[in-house]
């Protein structure tokens, strides 16, 4: 049952007399979800599905469902059957079954066919917009009695003695200067038994709680992707609904991990991105460009030509696996789908693995009444032995590429049957700008659109409300103008596919940090790859961001 009251919470010892903390109103719930990704939905839905008595709220700091949801996408629909048998009865407009598969080697000229891995193989799969999916989610489980709230974003856990007990949502009408404002609205307290992280790659309450709770001790580090995506119109007669097309090799360098997909779409459509490995060493990388490259490949162009942008958007990608997955439970709270890293990486697909830990999360509250033994239970489980069988195809891409799909053969003819478990390796390594030789790339001029990235935010329909405090913390923006320019040269200028960050004339003959927090599309690329830990992504006010409701 939902109670709602009003706390006035003891004056912070730092606080001014005279300037006492806001009161919040606080709700009371048996089950808080954080994120209305398809982990938390699922989870949602599952959990009154099996105790309809049960109080449960899914937080989402987007204005409206899907419009932070953002994937490639192709659905294995095995455990959304499982969820919502009757799913396929009123299906997302964008919803293609997979008939054919391709996969190509690049060169700056060429592409050259190659055999589709066994893991890679969509037949009977589905290529969705997950900004679609979702709202049909999130109106079963509202049908359930679930209380789906969007334009909450949960800041900061709540804690009861050495559990987590809920989460704060942000405040809104703060100022530039963080004071309350003439609109200004105290964010609630959601206090709950159990709480639920499903915010998705790299969430800021998951990169908190797992430093406070040392849930990746002893683990292999983390290792992300950075992804880009972009919905074309395409002349009549280029393409054939239910292709799904990837490629790796050029334009990247073959000591880096990364490549394409192409996902052809009814009426003249086409969803085509790249993803980049965010553990690249070469500090002058811009992921960003090597996505526009690939789009001017000849055999991209040939594609592409006389079509036009219709949406763009760029996000994370929890790439790591069965090593790099934090403990998933801690007193008080669980870690599900992206947040907790399930995605498999390999077989470049997430959205059924998210479906099966936010399933597998509800089983495991109803039936136990804590989360203590989530993580076993998981690991244990289907979704958890499908990472287990590919965990060492990603590390095995560190020695280059000829070496990587070597590994990856094996590996998949041995269904990971190996007796040694690959580490992965830290995002954070770079090297410096006098000691990294970087590669030749061969890029040449491009002519498909966008321009530029600023260009390409005009797609991604981002909207932050200027006047908010800026949500991208820089602890020590000096070291950005004076040893981060010597020792990298500012690669957060490169790396963000927004132009959030960018080195400006500070009037004095010397260069400062400028953030562009409006530009932000919410990607969290800053939050890994900054050489020195010194950003921090967080929260801005609850609905602003990029709108990805048709990728």
Same mark, same amino acid.
């Given at each position: ?90 299906? #997302? ?22 055999? =589709? ?34 334009? !909450? ?5 709540? !804690?009861?003695?050495? /559990? ?7 405040? =809104? ?8 404002? &003439? ?54 007669? &280029? ?47 811009? #992921? ?25 958007? /760029? ?31 390999? @077989?470049? @697909? ?38 287990? @069988?590919?965990?060492?195809? @990603? ?57 530029? &990235?600023?260009?390409? =935010?005009? !797609? ?92």
């Amino acid at each position: 049952m939902l109670v709602l009251r009003t706390r006035l919470y003891p004056q912070n010892p730092s606080m001014s007399p005279t300037n006492p903390p806001p009161a919040r109103d606080v709700m009371d719930y048996d089950v808080v979800i954080v994120g209305a990704g398809p982990a938390g939905l699922a989870c949602a839905i599952r959990l009154k599905q099996l105790d309809a008595s049960r109080s449960v709220c899914v937080l989402e700091k987007a204005a409206e469902v899907g419009s932070h949801a953002l994937s490639g996408a192709v659905l294995e629909p095995g455990p959304l059957d499982a969820l919502l048998p009757g799913w396929r009865e009123n299906l #997302p407009s964008i919803c293609v079954p997979v008939l054919r598969d391709e996969l190509r080697l690049l060169s700056s000229t060429a592409a050259v066919r190659l055999p =589709v891995p066994p893991q890679q193989h969509n037949r009977g799969n589905f290529i969705v917009s997950l900004g679609q999916l979702t709202p049909l989610l999130a109106q079963q489980a509202e049908a359930l009695g679930v209380d789906v709230l969007a334009g !909450f974003a949960a800041s900061a856990p709540l !804690f009861e003695e050495k /559990a987590v007990a809920g989460v704060r949502v942000g405040d =809104v009408g703060r100022d530039a200067d963080g004071n309350p404002g &003439r609109d200004f609205a105290a964010g609630p307290d959601i206090r709950a038994r159990v709480t639920v992280i499903a915010e998705g790659c790299r969430g800021s309450l998951a990169k908190q709680l797992i430093a406070q709770y040392r849930l990746d001790a002893d683990r292999s580090p983390q290792t992300f992707a950075l992804g880009l995506k972009e919905l074309w119109q395409l002349p009549a007669g &280029r393409v054939e609904p239910g292709l799904v097309e990837h490629s790796l090799g050029w334009p990247l360098h073959s000591s880096e991990y990364g490549g394409s997909f192409v996902y052809h779409l009814s009426d003249n459509q086409v969803y085509v991105g790249y993803i980049v490995g965010l553990d690249y060493l070469d500090p002058r990388m811009q #992921p960003f460009e090597a996505f526009q490259q690939f789009k001017n490949h000849p055999h991209m162009r040939r594609l592409l030509e006389g079509g036009e942008i219709l949406a763009a958007g /760029a996000r994370t990608i929890a790439a790591g696996g069965w090593q790099s997955c934090p403990q998933l439970d801690m007193p008080g709270a669980v870690l599900i789908g992206d947040a907790g890293g399930t995605l498999n990486f390999p @077989k470049l @697909k997430g959205i059924h693995q998210a479906i099966r830990c936010g399933m597998e999360a509800a089983a495991h509250i109803v039936e136990t009444g804590d989360t203590a033994g989530f993580d076993a239970r998981w690991r244990a489980s289907a979704g958890g032995q499908e990472l287990r @069988k590919v965990r060492n195809i @990603k590390p095995g891409f560190r020695k280059g590429l000829a070496w990587g799909l070597i590994n990856g053969a094996y590996e998949t003819l041995t269904a990971g049957l190996s007796p040694w478990t690959l580490r992965n390796h830290s995002n954070v390594t770079m090297g410096r700008l006098d000691s990294f030789d970087s590669p030749d790339r061969h890029w040449s001029s491009r002519v498909l659109p966008p321009r530029d &990235r600023l260009a390409s =935010v005009y !797609f991604a329909q981002t909207s932050h409300n200027e006047a908010q405090p800026v949500h991208l913390h820089v602890t020590d923006t000096l070291r950005c103008a004076t040893q981060c320019a010597t020792e990298f040269g500012n690669p957060c200028t490169r790396f963000c596919p927004a132009s959030v960050y960018e080195m400006v004339d500070d009037g004095n003959g010397a260069k400062r940090l400028q953030i562009n927090a409006a530009n932000c599309v919410h990607c969290k690329a800053c939050d890994i790859k900054d050489p020195y830990g010194i950003i921090t992504w967080t929260t801005p006010e609850g609905g602003s961001g990029p709108n990805y409701s048709n990728l």
